[in-house]
């Protein structure tokens, strides 16, 4: 018996994802979560064996919600399924230890193929990208570990600082204390190697993704 979770916030691009893959393989078992809270607590009840991510479900926001993930499930597998099929992006996925990468626009045939490769253990990126997937520099991948050590609301924080929000404002965004804010940014320093808000600003700009595109399934 195999074991999927599917995490994307789009019930229909799930609907379709299952139908792809119950026509590819016998006694499976597909579980499904909507946002990042929902994934993490089917992970912590459940015995998966293969996770399909979405990069920009809630809560996941750009590479994060992978990194914690896998910071939390060092040993579960992941693949990555979004619709931005960049080169680079999956270059850093793959690198940061991803099974694998599925394009939104894969044919059934393709996503059969890529989870059948990934439950072997094997690496799967699309064939047209796979001659251009670059190695991970190590400045990249210290990171990613760094960013890994983060709490969710502390990500979100971070976001904002990206956005140019203040401590006010962050507060007011996330209904929480301008004191409780000052907290969490102290948090994100220390944990990031870091003594400014500039500096933050690039760390979370480095992990920003291109905006989620707009399927129709």
């Excluded at 607590?41 to 993930?69: A, N, Q, R, Y």
């Excluded at 251009?132 to 904002?160: G, H, M, R, W």
């Excluded at 003594?195 to 399927?215: D, G, Y």
Aim: aromatic share 6%; with cysteine; proline share 4%.
């Amino acid at each position: 018996m195999i074991s999927l979770l599917i995490a994307d916030d789009h019930p229909l691009y799930r609907d379709a994802l299952k139908g792809a893959l119950s026509m590819g393989f016998e006694d499976l078992t597909i579980l499904e979560s909507g946002d990042l809270n929902e994934t993490v607590s089917t992970l912590e009840k459940s015995e998966v064996d293969l996770l399909l991510l979405d990069l920009h479900m809630p809560g996941s926001s750009d590479l994060f919600g992978f990194l914690h993930i896998q910071k939390l499930h060092p040993d579960l597998p992941i693949a990555v399924v979004s619709g931005t099929e960049d080169a680079s992006l999956i270059s850093k996925i793959v690198g940061l230890g991803a099974m694998g990468f599925i394009p939104k626009t894969a044919s059934a045939q393709d996503i059969k193929d890529a989870v059948s490769n990934m439950l072997e253990g094997d690496v799967w990126v699309p064939e047209a990208v796979r001659q251009q997937i670059q190695d991970v520099d190590e400045t990249f991948s210290e990171l990613a570990e760094n960013v890994a050590s983060l709490t969710p609301s502390q990500y979100k924080v971070l976001c904002y600082m990206r956005d140019g929000l203040l401590n006010k404002q962050i507060g007011y965004n996330l209904d929480i204390a301008e004191a409780t804010v000052k907290a969490h940014v102290t948090a994100i320093f220390r944990k990031l190697g870091i003594n400014n808000r500039t500096q933050a600003v690039l760390i979370a700009s480095q992990l920003q993704l291109e905006p989620p595109v707009k399927e129709e399934v």
